[in-house]
T-cell receptor, first 112, second 111 residues
Framework: GQQLNQSPQSMFIQEGEDVSMNCTSS?????WLWYKQDPGEGPVLLIA?????ELTSNGRLTAQFGITRKDSFLNISASIPSDVGIYFC????????????FGTGTRLQVTL | EAEVAQSPRYKITEKSQAVAFWCDPI?????LYWYRQILGQGPELLVQ????????DSQLPKDRFSAERLKGVDSTLKIQPAELGDSAMYLC?????????FGPGTRLLVL
């Protein structure tokens, strides 16, 4: 089935640094969603993107829906310790309108 | 802010026992999903409901798993009998338009 390639797989960064991660697909997506998951908790929706080229911010987070509709990126500015967790991209694509396809996840760890 | 509710949050059981998980989606959300998540991996869809009807249960191990959403609102996922390999996080989610929201999950440990 369809898979999303998410990179990087993991990253260590210094507190205060900016972070960038992205997802790519071989299929066209109608919607991109970015989630953060803390240990032992369910994924929490961070940002939803609905249109190609759309750029949306949520506090220190910014995400963009790629023009080709086959990619998306998430940026975190001035990272803080509570940003630690696993970030998943996910999306609905034209092949299965109501079934969410998940990326492989990016594990973010912040060093003080 | 409306949330997806799940209970219990944690469940420890012995293999061959029966377990059940409950989910209450965000009010008005017709589409409900159950996922299983192994540590370190992304969620894997088990079953999808549209109102009270099953839309997709192709990945549900039907010999031991069952799911129902009798009135099209809350839902129950059951495992009988539980096996060691069923230890995982079970997530419920509901969807409106093109956005999906997850509950806090039930962490199952089978001994």
């Amino acid at each position: 089935g369809q898979q999303l390639n998410q990179s990087p797989q993991s990253m260590f960064i210094q507190e205060g640094e900016d972070v960038s991660m992205n997802c790519t697909s071989s299929s066209i997506f109608n919607t991109w969603l970015w989630y953060k998951q803390d240990p032992g908790e369910g994924p929490v929706l961070l940002i939803a993107l609905y249109k190609a080229g759309e750029l949306t911010s949520n506090g220190r987070l910014t995400a963009q829906f790629g023009i080709t509709r086959k990619d998306s990126f998430l940026n975190i500015s001035a990272s803080i310790p509570s940003d630690v967790g696993i970030y998943f991209c996910a999306g609905f694509y034209t092949g299965t309108a109501s079934k969410l396809t998940f990326g492989t996840g990016t594990r973010l760890q912040v060093t003080l | 802010e409306a949330e997806v509710a799940q209970s219990p949050r944690y469940k420890i059981t012995e293999k061959s026992q029966a377990v059940a998980f409950w989910c209450d989606p965000i009010s008005g959300h017709a589409t409900l999903y159950w996922y299983r998540q192994i540590l370190g991996q992304g969620p894997e869809l088990l079953v999808q409901f549209q109102d009270e009807s099953v839309v997709d249960d192709s990945q549900l191990p039907k010999d031991r798993f069952s799911a129902e959403r009798l009135k099209g609102v809350d839902s129950t996922l059951k495992i009988q009998p539980a096996e060691l390999g069923d230890s995982a996080m079970y997530l419920c989610a509901s969807k409106t338009l093109e956005t999906q929201y997850f509950g806090p999950g039930t962490r199952l440990l089978v001994l």
